[in-house]
Each structure stands twice: as structure tokens, then as C-alpha cells.
């Protein structure tokens, strides 16, 4: 079974900076391909940063490109979002997700299997 805990969210204003951690725990076989999503109400979740934690490769979604950087610590135990010159738009719900595969498209949620509780972004103008 896999864990994951977000911390990080909260309020700043546009232009400013936030740092998201999702603490994984679990086999590690089953959380090999992590990823980012974000979610507003009404809204699908959205993929925002991908990673392969055994390849290192990353993948962003163009309204992030240039602006948010996903990483992890060396125990591959930590994922991180650093989140900079934040914008209104970038406010939503922050989920951290894991798979141990994902074939296709790495910003469908559905091939994610397990799911953080999730931390709140907000960012005012």
C-alpha cells in the first residue's frame, strides 16, 4: 500500500512563491511515477508536473512551464512543487499522485492509483 501527505498550501499574492512536499510511504515499485494535478471546484483535476522517480524525467503542462519545478529528495520519499511568480489562475487544490506505471498520456488522473488528501493554494491579485 502506498501513502501520501501534502503540506505547503497556502495563501500568497501574485508573483509570489510557494513550495509543496507530499510525503510517500509504501512500496516503492507501486509510486515509481508521481505527478502533480490541481483541481477547482467545478472543474476536472488537472495535471500540472510530472516525474519519474527512475529516470528523473519531467514533464510540465504548458500553463506551468518556466514557472513550476518538481523534484525529489534523495531517499525518493519526498516529492516537491516549487511553485514561483504564482498567479490568480494558479489557485486550486493541489494533489500529489502515484502509480507505478503510467502508459499514454501522464496528465489523465484515471491512471493514477493512489491519491493525497490535498493542500489549498490560494493566490490573490
Known amino acids: 500500500q502506498v501513502e501520501l501527505i501534502e503540506s505547503g498550501g497556502g495563501s500568497v499574492e501574485a508573483g509570489g512563491s510557494l513550495k509543496l512536499s507530499c510525503a510517500t510511504s509504501g512500496d516503492y515499485e507501486l509510486r515509481k511515477t508521481m505527478a502533480w494535478f490541481r483541481q477547482t471546484p467545478g472543474k476536472e483535476r488537472e495535471g500540472v508536473a510530472y516525474?519519474?522517480?527512475?529516470?528523473?524525467?519531467?514533464y510540465y503542462a504548458d500553463s506551468v512551464k518556466g514557472r513550476f519545478t518538481i523534484s525529489q529528495d534523495k531517499t525518493k520519499s519526498t516529492l516537491y512543487l516549487q511553485m514561483k511568480r504564482l498567479k490568480p489562475e494558479d489557485s486550486a487544490m493541489y494533489y500529489c499522485?502515484?502509480?507505478?506505471?503510467?502508459?499514454?498520456?501522464?496528465?489523465?488522473?484515471?491512471?493514477?492509483?493512489?491519491w493525497g488528501q490535498g493542500t489549498q493554494v490560494t493566490v490573490s491579485s
Open positions: 516525474f519519474n522517480t527512475d529516470s528523473g524525467v519531467t
Open positions: 499522485a502515484g502509480a507505478s506505471i503510467v502508459y499514454g498520456s501522464v496528465w489523465s488522473a484515471a491512471k493514477y492509483t493512489y
